[in-house]
């Protein structure tokens, strides 16, 4: 019996070392849709199209992503606000790092394949935006941070975003050089990746100090 404890314990520290591990490769996996590396890397590329003289891609970029985080962002403050009037079964709180991830990181497959294929950019843009989601959703229900449906939420209004941006911008001009683009999106993800802003502390913040959704407290 006495040699069976150590044998015992030490099979009990290995699960729970192979289970740290993997949760430390899902936190990897969910840091690239943190507001720290997306917030900038969105403002990055509108900054590129302005300045590359791309006025309609600026203000698609502008208008379908920016839109798409806007409606993420009001949705998660009415949630915090009125959670308590809500239906238990209606998504209040849509995944911001689902949404964000496909629709930025999408957005900028999309522009790319655009430059290269123009004919199937729209459906090529939908799907990578799709799997986009289904990666950082799946990580964020590993975290237990959403439930399914707020992860649905989250990643359809993320596709919806890219693909508007695809329908918005139209084929990028000649002055826009997408070696460029995608080099300043490497930089950006790979100086920012790993850092977290404190979203949830800030919108719940927002939420009870601002009119109409303080209205709900």
């Given at each position: 019996?006495?040699?069976?404890?150590?044998?015992?314990?030490?099979?009990?520290?290995?699960?729970?070392?192979?289970?740290?591990?993997?949760?430390?490769?899902?936190?990897?996996?969910?840091?690239?849709?943190?507001?720290?590396?997306?917030?900038?890397?969105?403002i990055g590329v509108a900054l590129i199209f302005a300045l590359s003289g791309w006025r309609r891609g600026a203000?698609?970029?502008?208008?379908?992503?920016?839109?798409?985080?806007?409606?993420?962002?009001?949705?998660?403050?009415?949630?915090?606000a009125c959670d308590q009037f809500l239906p238990e079964a209606r998504p209040g709180n849509p995944s911001g790092?689902?949404?964000?991830?496909?629709?930025?990181?999408?957005?900028?497959?999309?522009?790319?394949?655009?430059?290269?294929?123009?004919?199937?950019?729209?459906?090529?843009?939908?799907?990578?935006?799709?799997f986009l989601a289904v990666v950082i959703g799946e990580s964020r229900l590993i975290l237990d941070t959403h439930?399914?449906?707020?992860?649905?939420?989250?990643?359809?209004?993320?596709?919806?975003?890219?693909?508007?941006?695809?329908?918005?911008?139209?084929?990028?001009?000649?002055?826009?050089?997408?070696?460029?683009?995608?080099?300043?999106?490497?930089?950006?993800?790979?100086?920012?990746?790993?850092?977290?802003?404190?979203?949830?502390?800030?919108?719940?913040?927002?939420?009870?100090?601002?009119?109409?959704?303080?209205?709900?407290?």
């Amino acid at each position: 019996m006495s040699s069976d404890a150590p044998t015992s314990a030490t099979a009990e520290l290995f699960v729970l070392g192979n289970l740290q591990s993997s949760l430390a490769d899902v936190v990897r996996v969910t840091d690239f849709g943190d507001q720290a590396v997306v917030l900038p890397l969105a403002i990055g590329v509108a900054l590129i199209f302005a300045l590359s003289g791309w006025r309609r891609g600026a203000l698609a970029w502008t208008a379908a992503i920016g839109g798409a985080l806007g409606l993420v962002l009001f949705l998660k403050l009415r949630f915090v606000a009125c959670d308590q009037f809500l239906p238990e079964a209606r998504p209040g709180n849509p995944s911001g790092h689902t949404a964000a991830a496909a629709a930025v990181y999408g957005g900028l497959v999309a522009i790319v394949m655009r430059s290269i294929w123009d004919r199937w950019a729209l459906p090529f843009t939908v799907a990578i935006a799709i799997f986009l989601a289904v990666v950082i959703g799946e990580s964020r229900l590993i975290l237990d941070t959403h439930s399914m449906a707020e992860v649905v939420v989250g990643g359809a209004i993320g596709v919806g975003g890219a693909a508007s941006f695809v329908v918005l911008a139209g084929p990028p001009l000649r002055s826009v050089r997408m070696l460029r683009v995608v080099a300043m999106g490497l930089l950006i993800v790979l100086m920012l990746y790993g850092f977290r802003l404190p979203a949830e502390a800030a919108i719940k913040s927002v939420a009870t100090n601002i009119w109409p959704f303080s209205e709900c407290i």
